[in-house]
């Protein structure tokens, strides 16, 4: 009897539907991968070889830019294009022929190639201003400004080895700043400011305290009207209570600011996956090209691009030279913020495969 298949519509279409057809050919049969030049990989294969140019794109992208990147795929890679976790578009091209016209119609339209390597990939960033109702700083547009500075890192490779760069617009970090060589993370400094003449009639009060991870928000009683109160000792700013509650805002923009956060690494290679460390505690907002964090991120990038030695990730240099020596090369003040007092999830957590049990 003939096997009926059947289609639903439930959960995604299977990957291999969207593979290049040299790709599908060769799957589990690659010979070797080469760089041939920045943000141009091969792929050699036993029926053939598969050519990416990666080139770099905005988080928060226009259907203008979609049409673009579309446009371009089909033209000169037969319609094949991803979009890599840290938002490099990826045209995967099975005729060598075409990389040249390619990357200079990606030039003529301001979009540069590179990211590969040991060069700065695009950063990953969280929504900031433009969407997120907690944020202490502008994602996107703190993104923007740094790579301008940082150009020349990622269409050149000449780092010592890869670096990631992630932000974080508050300190939910819905983004990868935990785990990134160079973080930029958003933070608030002060308490949420409770409208107590709203807040009855826009929030449930037991959802409202059951928001707090720090159990720092308690019931209490003001003109006869029921409202919350915040244990202010208790607050870490997180912004969870705002989520559910309108009626307490947490934004200040005179006392939220920007915190510079280095040597985190994702990789097994080498040594085993680290967080990132507090490098400078706070900066301050000033949008739109935020001068001291940018020039804070990239003085980093040049002290560890001149004193790394190769295929050494931010925080193996770090730990190689120790923190004081990271200080005095840096230029970054030590403060009593760099004293890390939290000692009980950081000497428990199982982060690498290396560790066997």
């Known amino acids: 009897m003939a096997t009926i298949e ?16 040299i790709i599908k050919e060769n799957y589990g049969k690659w010979k070797y991968h080469d760089t041939l030049r920045a943000g141009v990989l091969v792929h050699v294969g036993e029926t053939g070889s598969i050519y990416t140019v990666r080139a770099a794109s905005p988080r928060l992208i226009s259907t203008n830019f979609i049409r673009l990147m579309t446009g371009l795929a089909t033209k000169y890679a037969d319609g ?22 390619l990357i200079k119609e990606l ?64 300190l939910n970090m819905c983004g990868a700043v935990h785990a990134s060589d160079i973080a930029i993370l958003g933070l608030h400094r002060t308490p949420p400011r409770i409208d107590h003449s709203t807040l009855p009639n826009l929030c449930e009060i037991p959802t409202t305290v059951a928001s707090c991870p720090n159990n720092a928000i308690r019931p209490t009683s003001i003109e006869g009207k029921t409202t919350v109160k915040v244990d202010e000792d208790k607050c870490m700013y ?96 030590f403060t009593k913020y760099h004293l890390d007092d939290f000692r009980y999830a950081g000497t428990t957590y199982r982060r690498s495969t290396q560790n066997r049990y």
Not at 120 to 137: D, K, R
């Open 6 to 21: 059947r289609r639903t519509d439930i959960g995604p279409p299977h990957y291999d539907k969207f593979l290049h057809p």
């Open 80 to 101: 094949y294009l991803r979009f890599t976790s840290r938002n490099n578009v990826e045209f995967l091209l099975g005729n060598k022929d075409n990389i040249d016209p």
């Open 107 to 170: 030039s003529d339209n301001g979009v540069p190639v590179g990211g590969l390597n040991n060069s700065i990939s695009n950063v990953v960033h969280t929504q900031g201003w433009v969407h997120c109702h907690s944020a202490a700083t502008d994602a996107s547009g703190l993104v923007k400004v740094v790579m301008d500075e940082l150009y020349e890192y990622f269409v050149e490779m000449k780092l010592p080895h890869k670096l990631r760069i992630a932000v974080a617009c508050c």
């Open 238 to 333: 997180c912004g969870n209570c705002f989520t559910v509650c309108p009626a307490m805002p947490l934004a200040d923009p005179l006392n939220d600011g920007v915190s510079i956060w280095v040597g985190g690494k994702i990789s097994n290679a080498r040594t085993e996956p680290m967080f990132t460390k507090l490098a400078i505690p706070f900066l301050p907002n000033n949008p739109p090209r935020w001068p001291e964090v940018t020039e804070a991120v990239k003085n980093i990038v040049e002290v560890y691009a001149k004193n790394a030695k190769p295929y050494e990730r931010v925080g193996e240099w770090i730990n190689r030279i120790g923190w004081p020596k990271f200080f005095d090369l840096t230029g970054i003040e």
